[in-house]
């Protein structure tokens, strides 16, 4: 599987932003997809995931209810809407896929993005 993400930008604090992330390969929807995120000097973090089945999904603390995870597998994409975004949130964000179920340790994907660069300023 190979996975292409985009829709990384510079906003302000408050704005909105969607994340798409495009896979490659005919098993997609059997893969769990999940999305990190590594800030300058700080360790790559879960932010969300979404089961093979859509039917379940996860969240870190820190960006629940504001943050959505989705995947259309018709169109192998996996998105992530962020609104009300804060200057926290800024990193590089990762989409990542894996053929077992979502898990927050990136060491558990075998499959990754090249990363979007989030940037929400004050």
């Known amino acids: 599987v190979q996975l292409q993400a985009s829709g990384g930008g510079l906003v302000q604090a408050g704005a909105s932003l969607k994340l798409s992330c495009t896979a490659s390969?005919?098993?997609?929807?059997?893969?769990?997809l999940a999305w990190f995120r590594q800030a300058p000097g700080r360790e790559r973090e879960f932010v969300a995931g979404i089961g093979w089945s859509g039917g379940s999904t996860s969240y870190a603390d820190s960006v629940k209810g504001r943050f959505t995870i989705a995947r259309d597998d018709a169109k192998n994409t996996v998105y992530l809407q962020m609104n009300s975004l804060k200057p926290e949130d800024t990193a590089v964000y990762y989409c990542?896929?894996?053929?077992?179920?979502?898990?927050?340790?990136?060491?558990?994907?075998?499959?990754w993005g090249q990363g979007t660069l989030v940037t929400v300023s004050s």
């Open positions: 390969g005919r098993t997609f929807s059997r893969y769990a």
């Open positions: 990542a896929a894996d053929s077992a179920v979502v898990r927050g340790n990136p060491n558990a994907y075998n499959y």
